[in-house]
T-cell receptor
């Protein structure tokens, strides 16, 4: 039972354009969501997070949108840069399960120069 | 400030052996969580320790165990290794309030 799903295994965009990565979840107890960027053989690097009391959070080129009714979140990267090429994971946690992150399967983003 | 440190970075073990991995959290962080990453299963939660107590546990067999010391450093042990235990093992530290998880670089375990 996969509680967090990233249905697109890969995404390719042109440098300077917008990258949109999507994530769906099924557990209504999730109240905190995070996006991580990962390179092979390295640990995930935190990008941005959002609490369920918000529907949008921005940090520089990264914006996360949360649609609680649809149980859907998305990460927007504007403008995309070749250095953004990596695997992106969304993760979710519930306040009753502190310390436990449930990850999606990841989306490989390729930004072409 | 120093990040999350995992040792060793790489490890090769034989089936049936046991292994211990170490994680030193960011100074001041009291929570350490462990995850297993494999190509087929993705990133899966193993367990979380907070103030030397296991606070949360994932769906892994009892061969996987851990502990946390008074300085918040944590160790993970896998006994009777199987080929399927080959994976990247990651730990994450946080203050323990449910936010701000920082990951280490991981330990790549290969079981032969």
């Amino acid at each position: 039972d996969q509680q967090v799903k990233q249905n697109s295994p890969s995404l390719s965009v042109q440098e300077g354009r917008i990258s949109i990565l999507n994530c769906d979840y099924t557990n209504s107890m999730f109240d905190y969501f995070l996006w991580y960027k990962k390179y092979p053989a390295e640990g995930p690097t935190f990008l941005i997070s959002i609490s369920s009391i918000k529907d949008k959070n921005e940090d520089g080129r990264f914006t996360v949108f949360l649609n609680k009714s649809a149980k859907h979140l998305s990460l927007h990267i504007v403008p995309s840069q070749p250095g953004d090429s990596a695997v992106y994971f969304c993760a979710a946690s519930a306040s009753g399960n502190t310390g436990k992150l449930i990850f999606g399967q990841g989306t490989t983003l390729q930004v072409k120069p | 400030k120093a990040g999350v440190t995992q040792t060793p970075r790489y490890l090769i073990k034989t089936r049936g052996q046991q292994v211990t991995l170490s994680c030193s959290p960011i100074s001041g962080h009291r929570s350490v969580s462990w995850y297993q990453q494999t190509p087929g299963q993705g990133l899966q939660f193993l367990f979380e320790y907070f103030s030397e107590t296991q606070r949360n546990k994932g769906n892994f067999p009892g061969r996987f165990s851990g502990r946390q010391f008074s300085n918040s450093r944590s160790e993970m042990n896998v006994s009777t290794l199987e080929l399927g235990d080959s994976a990247l093992y990651l730990c994450a530290s946080s203050l323990g309030s449910g936010e701000g998880y920082t990951f280490g670089s991981g330990t790549r375990l290969t079981v032969v």
